[in-house]
């Protein structure tokens, strides 16, 4: 597989919340070009996923997701991964593309700043 997946914010009663899904890289992590992933059976792919909590704009509060849904690059189907995050910027999170755990893509915690 190779790309960005896709994602949808879900609060806790199971309703959409808006989401708008930025793909690249931000502050929080190095954006980087997709490139191919190989799995094997059961074998678990990747990627960076950032938000920002502090409200923007008109916003004075911002819905808590209790779950994400990604969806593979390239996929129809998702799978659902509970969470618990506060959203702000109309449910703006960044991906990166997918990678295998040994990529160096992998990151834990944000780029160092100059």
């Known amino acids: 597989m190779d790309g960005y997946p896709g994602a949808q914010l879900v609060n806790a009663s199971g309703t959409e919340l808006p989401t708008h899904v930025v793909s690249g890289g931000n502050f929080q992590f190095t954006d980087f070009a997709p490139a191919p992933v190989t799995l094997a059976p059961g074998a678990t792919a990747y990627f960076n996923l950032a938000y920002s909590d502090v409200p923007t704009g008109t916003e004075t509060t911002c819905p808590t ?3 994400i849904e ?3 690059p390239h996929a129809v189907d998702h799978d659902v991964v509970a969470i618990n995050a506060v959203v702000c910027a109309a449910g703006t999170v ?6 295998a755990q040994s990529s160096a893509q992998s990151q834990t915690t944000a780029p160092s700043q100059p």
């Open 70 to 72: 990604v969806t593979p």
């Open 65 to 67: 997701a209790a779950h």
């Open 94 to 99: 960044t991906v990166s593309p997918v990678f």
